[in-house]
């Protein structure tokens, strides 16, 4: 393989990694973006609203869905089903890619 062909193959890849490493930040910024604007921090901010665990809390035991996709599926449902005793509206208000938006924030830690 020649050196031109290298790098006519290096190029495109090089710029696909820097627009992911670019793009992160932003995705994870308008994910906390949108725990503002939906309320979450209402509940779940410092301090908690009575046994509402706080973000940092849920990120915690949102790490193990990591790379779990099934994990990640079952936990967006999970955040928005309605409960028979009383519900959180918020929760049941998000559309589903909303809910799965939090999720992969929160498994990835919620920075």
Known sequence: M???SL???AVPITVCLAALITLAPLAAANTAQL???KGCMNCHGT???GK???MA???AR???AR???AEIARLSARLREHHLFGGVPAHERLTAEEAERFVRWLADGGR
């Open 2 to 4: 020649t050196t031109r």
């Open 7 to 9: 790098l006519r193959r």
């Open 35 to 37: 725990t503002l604007d």
């Open 47 to 49: 301090p908690p609203r």
């Open 52 to 54: 509402a665990p706080t």
């Open 57 to 59: 809390e849920l990120a």
């Open 62 to 64: 949102y790490a193990a």
């Open 67 to 69: 790379g779990n996709e």
